[in-house]
Every structure is written in structure tokens, then in C-alpha cells.
Nanobody, 122 residues
């Protein structure tokens, strides 16, 4: 059974930092492109960042480019999202997800974690 478990969320002030981690089990991580999405209250789930199977290619949403960094460790079955210079508009539930597609469409992703809440106060 595939499981993706996020951790590291919390409350932080405007300009602060958080590091999210996703622990994967039940799948061979190197077979999947990994991504982070987020969903704010009343809004659709949106793409944040994605990383290719061996970490050579990373893509980011324009809203987080230069502030967030995605990374992975296939040996440890983990995917991280370092978030710096956080803003109130980054407040959302953040989800780790796996796909064999390079799409930014959440419908193309096969497995999802339960999410971790990030709250940024002004």
C-alpha cells in the first residue's frame, strides 16, 4: 500500500521559514516524479513545485519561485520543500504527491498524502 506522509507544517510569521518533509512508502520513489501542491480555504488545489525522478529538473509556480526549494532523497524515500520568505498568501494545506507524468494538473497525480497545514501570519 502506497503511503505519503507529510510533516513540518505549522504557524510562522510573515518572512519566516518552514521545511516540509514527505515520507514515502510502498513505492519505488525513483520511479515517480514528485510534487507539492497546496490548497487554501475556498480555493482550488494549485501546483507549487515538482522534481524529476532523480532530481535533475525542478519546476516552480511563479508565486513561489526564488523562495521555495524542492529536493528529494531516493535512498531515504523522502521529498522536502524548503520554504523561505513566507507570506500570508502562502497559507494553505500542503500536499505531497507522486506521478509518472510531468503535468501540473493535479488530476494526473496518482498518490497523495493527507496534507500538512501551513499558516503565515502578518
Amino acid at each position: 500500500q502506497v503511503q505519503l506522509v507529510e510533516s513540518g507544517g505549522g504557524k510562522v510569521q510573515d518572512g519566516g521559514s518552514l521545511r516540509l518533509s514527505c515520507a514515502a512508502s510502498g513505492l519505488t520513489l525513483s520511479s515517480y516524479r514528485m510534487a507539492w501542491f497546496r490548497q487554501a480555504p475556498g480555493k482550488e488545489r494549485e501546483f507549487v513545485a515538482t522534481i524529476s525522478r532523480f532530481g535533475g529538473t525542478k519546476n516552480y509556480a511563479d508565486s513561489v519561485k526564488g523562495r521555495f526549494t524542492i529536493s528529494r532523497d531516493n535512498a531515504k524515500n523522502t521529498v522536502d520543500l524548503q520554504m523561505n520568505s513566507l507570506k500570508p498568501e502562502d497559507t494553505a494545506i500542503y500536499y505531497c504527491t507522486a506521478s509518472q507524468s510531468s503535468s501540473r494538473d493535479p488530476n494526473e497525480y496518482d498518490y497523495w498524502g493527507q496534507g500538512t497545514q501551513v499558516t503565515v501570519s502578518s
